[in-house]
């Protein structure tokens, strides 16, 4: 009879580990990388083992028949296929993201979306090119930057982009808007409820983000997001240190003391995405939090 027990205390061990293990379901951190020169390599932030997803930043100049201009400010494009390689080994999905806060870009009509989705597919995904800026890795998806310009023709671009994924691999589509909802750049694009990963950016909006030991504000923004628009996981956009954002930095102990449990409840809670790794490196903000995300 002894020996029965203790055949049976490992499994009984397992089993609750394993159920604890399912009770936390952690969350995610993603991370934009590209903006700034001192933040390291993409392979660096991969390596690092905090992330999910990493943005590539930014393809700054697209549409209206323009060449695009991608822009990793004071990065070098040498080695960034293998380190996007690096990245997809640890099963970390590497997007590129449009836009951003300044740039010229826009799209004119269904023809540009349709001119631009191909150009994304054939020059970052899938498909082939002479000119590839990041060279023969297939990144995993496109994220929506849009903060400037109008919103015309991004749902359809969301669309057109969408459809490439019948051709293979899954093409990942995120967006980022503004916590004021809905969105004035990517509101009719969200609405087309094709996006995979919605990452709010809970900055430089005081309405909707944390004031200092106030979360209301911004747990009542998580809710409208959450229930207004069908997407496959929501979120919170953070700046990774005082400097990254004029306003809307929460301190690490109040993000898991006053705000995470406030939005981990909701079923299609995700996770944190940080703007950005430099700022991340710096403050060492996901080390602090990846805990309890
Ligand atoms: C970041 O913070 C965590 C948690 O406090 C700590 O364990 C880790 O050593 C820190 N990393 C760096 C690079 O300071």
Known sequence: MAANKLKLSPLIAFLLLASMAGMSRAG??????????????????????????????????????????????????????????????????????????????????????????DYLWNNFLGGSSSSRPLGDAVLDGIDFDIETGNSAHYDELATFLSQYSSQGKKVILSAAPQCPYPDASLGPALNTGLFDNVWVQFYNNPPCQYASGDASNLLSAWSTWTSSITAGSFYLGLPASTDAAGSGYIPPSDLTSAVLPGVKGSSNYGGIMLWSRYYDVQNNYSGQVKDSV
């Open 28 to 117: 995610n951190i993603a991370v934009y990388w590209g903006q700034n020169g001192n933040e390291g390599t993409l392979a660096d932030a991969c390596n690092s083992g905090l992330y999910a997803y990493v943005m590539v930043a930014f393809l700054s100049t697209f549409g209206n028949g323009q060449t695009p201009v991608l822009n990793i400010a004071g990065h070098s494009s040498d080695g960034i296929s293998s380190d996007i390689q690096t990245c997809q080994s640890q099963n970390i999905k590497v997007l590129l993201s449009l836009g951003g806060g300044s740039g010229g870009y826009g799209l004119s009509s269904t023809d540009d979306a349709r001119s631009v989705a």
